[in-house]
């Protein structure tokens, strides 16, 4: 059966750290992996990754897809209030349909 | 549209009453897909159009559910008997290509069974 899991669950950091969340994957015909970012809305794209070792970075925050371990993680450097978040993996098949994991609950503090 | 549009953005339903939700997609967008996330939980798949056609329903819980696209644009997804355990945000999203990665996704429609 396939399936996505992310750890932790949940974290709290201050304002400044840095915090990496892990997903892995098992999962047939997989064609990329996505993160998200969801704040009681809808999911917002953050990253896709379909090569293995090539790190993606948008501003304080990065990701990288290790193919071989079957498992990204996403990196959010200097943290802010606003990054405090669930954070969502999900793997993609080639039909675009996306099985994602429990999430990541990120709450930054002053 | 401008974005994946649904409606209505919250319902609350008593148990055993049927609802409908609706889903205007991206214009244009070939694919549509029907998720469903409960309290704590990440999304969970439930089924796929590619134009009018449903290619794949087999996140569906029960016969209970059930979604259409008649045109290939505006979906409804329709559930039966609510039961409490229907309780969720149910988020729709298209994309343009039948094969593609690229995916919007609308605000969702909270749904809460009483």
């Known amino acids: 059966e396939d399936k996505v899991v992310q750890s932790p669950l949940s974290l709290v950091v201050h304002e400044g750290d840095t915090v990496t969340l892990n997903c892995s994957y098992e999962?047939?015909?997989?064609?990329?992996l996505l993160w998200y970012k969801q704040e009681k809305k809808a999911p917002t794209f953050l990253f896709m990754l379909t090569s293995s070792g090539i790190e993606k970075k948008s501003g304080r925050l990065s990701s990288i897809l290790d193919k071989k371990e079957l498992s990204s993680i996403l990196n959010i450097t200097a943290t802010q209030t606003g990054d405090s978040a669930i954070y969502l993996c999900a793997s993609t098949d080639s039909w675009g349909k996306l099985q994602f994991g429990a999430g990541t609950q990120v709450v930054v503090t002053p | 549209g401008a974005g994946v549009s649904q409606s209505p953005r919250y319902k609350v339903a008593k148990r055993g009453q049927d609802v409908a939700l609706r889903c205007d997609p991206i214009s244009g967008h070939v694919s549509l897909f029907w998720y469903q996330q409960a309290l704590g939980q990440g999304p969970e798949f439930l089924t796929y159009f590619q134009n009018e056609a449903q290619l794949d329903k087999s996140g569906l819980p029960s016969d209970r559910f059930f979604a259409e696209r008649p045109e290939g644009s505006v979906s409804t997804l329709k559930i039966q008997r609510t039961q409490q355990e229907d309780s969720a945000v149910y988020l729709c999203?298209?994309?343009?290509?039948?094969?593609?990665?690229?995916?919007?996704f609308g605000e969702g429609s909270w749904l809460t069974v009483v």
């Open positions: 999203a298209s994309s343009p290509r039948a094969r593609g990665n690229t995916i919007y």
């Open positions: 999962v047939t015909n997989f064609r990329s």
